[in-house]
Structure formats: structure tokens, C-alpha cells
């Protein structure tokens, strides 16, 4: 179930990134169609404001997606 400020994104995916360098990173990932996601996909980090108001604090979202 996803909190309030997530519910407009739902469904979403969930997973940990590896980057090249070896770092992992908990994340959103988003993509075309869920079932389309596949552990050892290539992936690009992108970033996002919140569109909501809300009394958590304001930062920039990274998440990832398909590389184009």
C-alpha cells in the first residue's frame, strides 16, 4: 500500500540499483509496463520534484528508468 504521497504514482516498482561503480541505491523504477521489468536491466538515474504539497520535507526524488 502506498502512503499518501506516493498514491498518485501507484502502481509503481520498487527495487535496489546497482551503478557501474559498484553503489546500490533503493529506488523507484519506472517503467513503460511493470511487466517489462527484468533484474540486470540497463537503467538511467533521473530526478523529480514533488507535485504535491506536503508537510514532509521538500527535496528533489531520484528514481530510475529505461535508458533510452
Same mark, same amino acid.
Given at each position: 500500500m502506498a502512503p499518501p504521497q506516493f498514491k498518485h504514482m501507484t502502481p509503481y @516498482?520498487? !527495487?535496489?540499483v546497482e551503478m @557501474? $561503480? !559498484?553503489v546500490k541505491l533503493p529506488s523507484i523504477i519506472r517503467v513503460a509496463r511493470l511487466e517489462l521489468l527484468k533484474i540486470g536491466m540497463e537503467l538511467e538515474a533521473d530526478f523529480s520534484t514533488n507535485p504535491q $504539497?506536503? @508537510?514532509?520535507p521538500q527535496w528533489p526524488r531520484y528514481f530510475f528508468k529505461e535508458t533510452a
Open positions: @516498482a520498487v !527495487g535496489i @557501474a $561503480e !559498484g $504539497e506536503s @508537510a514532509w
